[in-house]
């Protein structure tokens, strides 16, 4: 009974299962294979061990993409955080129209990637972008973005920001709607003050879904490709290079597969560490009810 009860399991599972195994889980085996090797994707395989794992981290790039990557999350983070943070706690009020501007704000997470870049490129265009006639018009220095070093990273920063924050918001939000009322009265009644009731309650309550944002965007933070493949393709002269644009760029553009197999697989090591110790430390500060 029991074995048959497995195979009705597995008959449904299959579905989903079959396309895991073909696209994910083989490709992943794969790549350990190829990270052992010295390929250009046309000629035979030829076996160097770790070499490519040696050489990437004797390389100096391989250290600045890891450290734009870095400074890519820090930015990032806080910002989307916090902004949808501010959006969950306006929208969880009873205001006028609100189903809309949940389904406005949260439009741009299901808008295409290359779409967002590209809207945010020509936003922040540093000869005809609206942001810098604005910010012309009222007297402000007017940025290079994309095209300037020191602004490509703030650039893709702010886009990645923008498009996230309807699904942190979505999220933080499910989190204090999930907060029983009767704990804001009774603080209410003890004449705690607004500040008060958010610092000492809304935040504790809310540490399970602000947790679950914090795992979720550093991962995905750390894989970020798509917005500075459109928006600076990794320039000007390297400033916005990150780990995954290294791996595309080592790949495709010098022949040099082993070393991007080898490169994933260093990024996959210094995000499982991460998620490991957030996942240890959340005892910390994650409140469950």
């Given at each position: 009974m029991?074995?048959?009860?497995?195979g009705?399991?597995?008959?449904?599972?299959?579905p989903s299962a079959i396309p895991l195994l073909i696209f994910t889980l083989i490709p992943m085996v794969s790549s350990i294979w190829v990270s052992l090797h010295k390929w250009n994707l046309i000629?035979?395989?030829e076996w160097v061990g770790l070499g490519n794992y040696r050489n990437l981290l004797s390389e100096p790039a391989t250290g600045r993409v890891f450290l734009h990557t870095l400074l890519y999350?820090?930015?990032y983070l806080p910002l989307v955080y916090v902004g949808g943070l501010a959006l969950a706690l306006a929208l969880n009020r009873k205001l006028k129209g609100r189903a809309f501007l949940r389904a406005t704000y949260f439009l741009p997470v299901v808008t295409s990637w290359v779409?967002?870049?590209l809207v945010w490129k020509w936003l922040l265009n540093p000869t005809n972008g609206l942001v810098n006639q604005v910010l012309g018009a009222i007297g402000l220095p007017e940025p290079g973005w994309w095209t300037d070093p020191a602004w490509a990273l703030p650039a893709v920063?702010?886009?990645s920001a923008w498009k996230d924050l309807g699904f942190v918001m979505v999220i933080l939000l499910a989190g204090l709607q999930s907060i029983p009322a009767d704990l804001?009265?009774?603080?209410?009644?003890d004449g705690t003050s607004p500040w008060q009731r958010f610092t000492r309650i809304t935040l504790p309550l809310l540490s399970p879904s602000t947790f679950f944002v914090v795992v979720i965007s550093l991962i995905n933070g750390f894989q970020v490709f798509d917005q500075v493949y459109v928006m600076t393709g990794g320039g000007p002269s390297g400033s916005s290079q990150v780990?995954?644009?290294?791996?595309y760029d080592l790949t495709f553009r010098y022949g040099r597969a082993g070393e991007a197999s080898a490169l994933s697989w260093i990024l996959f090591a210094v995000i499982l560490i991460i998620t490991v110790f957030q996942i240890r430390g959340q005892r910390r500060w994650v409140h469950y009810a």
């Open positions: 029991r074995r048959k009860q497995y009705w399991v597995l008959f449904f599972l299959l000629s035979p395989m999350v820090v930015g779409v967002v870049a920063i702010l886009s804001y009265e009774a603080a209410e009644v780990v995954v644009g290294q791996i």
